[in-house]
T-cell receptor, first 114, second 110 residues
């Protein structure tokens, strides 16, 4: 089946630093990757949709200059949280759709900003 | 109004109990419907798709009422391992993102 590998699984960083999260499709080509964020006891909220070779589409209220998305190849999409602050602490997860396999999720990244 | 609404629970039930979760969605253009299961600090995993005719997978039965924009999940003979958060999910046609409900927390107690 389709597999999306997401790294890191968890990260602790200091306020003001940047963190990069990678999602890699291992056995299929992901032309589109969806990035979600989940705060405690909340639903997964779509942040942005990244398309290979073009600019990402951001949901309302998500700062594109703060959450940089790069989808330079058909197997790799990255989300960089720039100048992270404690309120950015959350569970970030990516998802891609692959044909008959439907939607596949990465294992998620738990970000804690101290 | 949120696109997908669920009762957050928690539902605390004894082993062997039958429990039902409900969900409503607001986008009438939604075409695909799912129940996902999410364990604490983990990614959501597909439990089952939901069809208008209703479908069953072992102890799990899902129903869809398009006219009412209502989805349900019934779990029979609850097991301790069923303890998790159950997410109601809808999707529009094409390469579009899944839209998640907030989830319903289930705790099955011995």
């Amino acid at each position: 089946g389709a597999v999306v590998s997401q790294h890191p699984s968890w990260v602790i960083c200091k306020s003001g630093t940047s963190v990069k999260i990678e999602c890699r499709s291992l056995d299929f080509q992901a032309t589109t990757m969806f990035w979600y964020r989940q705060f405690p006891k909340q639903s997964l909220m779509l942040m942005a949709t990244s398309n290979e070779g073009s600019k990402a589409t951001y949901e309302q209220g998500v700062e594109k200059d703060k959450f940089l998305i790069n989808h330079a190849s058909l197997t790799l999409s990255t989300l960089t949280v720039t100048s992270a602050h404690p309120e950015d602490s959350s569970f970030y997860i990516c998802s891609a759709k692959q044909g008959a396999y439907g939607y596949t999720f990465g294992s998620g990244t738990r970000l804690t900003v101290v | 109004r949120k696109e997908v609404e669920q009762d957050p629970g928690p539902f605390n039930v004894p082993e062997g109990a039958t429990v039902a979760f409900n969900c409503t969605y607001s986008n009438s253009a939604s075409q695909s419907f799912f129940w996902y299961r999410q364990d604490c600090r983990k990614e959501p995993k597909l439990l089952m798709s939901v069809y208008s005719s209703g479908n069953e997978d072992g102890r799990f039965t899902a129903q869809l009422n398009r006219a009412s924009q209502y989805i349900s999940l019934l779990i029979r003979d609850s097991k301790l391992s069923d303890s998790a958060t159950y997410l109601c999910v809808v999707n529009s046609p094409g390469n579009t993102p899944l839209v998640f409900g907030k989830g319903t927390r289930l705790s099955v107690i011995a």
